[in-house]
T-cell receptor, first 112, second 111 residues
Framework: EAQVTQNPRYLITVTGKKLTVTCSQN?????MSWYRQDPGLGLRQIYYSMNVEVTDKGDVPEGYKVSRKEKRNFPLILESPSPNQTSLYFC???????????FGQGTRLTVV | AQRVTQPEKLLSVFKGAPVELKCNYS??????LFWYVQYSRQRLQLLLRHISRESIKGFTADLNKGETSFHLKKPFAQEEDSAMYYC?????????????FGQGTTLQVKP
């Protein structure tokens, strides 16, 4: 089944403890993106990647890192999480020239 | 700056009533506009895009460049339409990797 898979789905962590949220797609998409969803703010883009080894900042990149070493994977790294990064995170992928972005199931992160 | 605005956080209607979810955007170029929907416990999925000019699940949306709007409409709401709806903008045709989303509107259709 063609899909975008995120892990974990739920995560509670403590301030300052490094964590990684994984994202994988099996559709051979070039574009991959990370968004965070917060009440009243909608989805805001954190980072996106146009292809392997090509990444760029979105609207809210502070406190996050990404890497794109393989086409199918686009992990989101929080080196030192803080409570203001408590949010619902979505990964998405799409073709260059495509008509639709495909989203993962979401990862609910709580930083205490 | 580019922006998408959905003025209503919650829209509550009765089954069979008409629905209009508002979306306004600010962008000086030629945007591509989308509506995405998120049903309870499901992932975000594309509902429709302005370029295709199609009707999906009875929903339509027309891009009005003069008013910079892309409102989503349905003549008769159904209970299964209850969901969160997001309007989104792409500044480049064919670039769905970088979308700007509105704040979202929760549609509640009451029986």
């Amino acid at each position: 089944e063609a899909q975008v898979t995120q892990n974990p789905r739920y995560l509670i962590t403590v301030t300052g403890k490094k964590l990684t949220v994984t994202c994988s797609q099996n559709m051979n998409h070039e574009y991959m993106s990370w968004y965070r969803q917060d009440p009243g703010l909608g989805l805001r883009q954190i980072y996106y990647s146009m292809n392997v080894e090509v990444t760029d900042k979105g609207d809210v990149p502070e406190g996050y890192k990404v890497s794109r070493k393989e086409k199918r994977n686009f992990p989101l790294i929080l080196e030192s999480p803080s409570p203001n990064q408590t949010s619902l995170y979505f990964c998405a992928s799409s073709f260059i020239g495509g008509t639709e972005a495909f989203f993962g199931q979401g990862t609910r992160l709580t930083v205490v | 700056a580019q922006r998408v605005t959905q003025p209503e956080k919650l829209l509550s209607v009765f089954k069979g009533a008409p629905v209009e979810l508002k979306c306004n955007y600010s962008y000086s170029g030629s945007p591509e506009l989308f509506w995405y929907v998120q049903y309870s416990r499901q992932r975000l999925q594309l509902l429709l895009r302005h370029i295709s000019r199609e009707s999906i699940k009875g929903f339509t949306a027309d891009l009005n460049k003069g008013e910079t709007s892309f409102h989503l409409k349905k003549p008769f709401a159904q209970e299964e339409d209850s969901a969160m709806y997001y309007c989104a903008l792409s500044m480049e045709a064919g670039n769905t990797g970088k979308l700007i989303f509105g704040q979202g509107t929760t549609l509640q259709v009451k029986p």
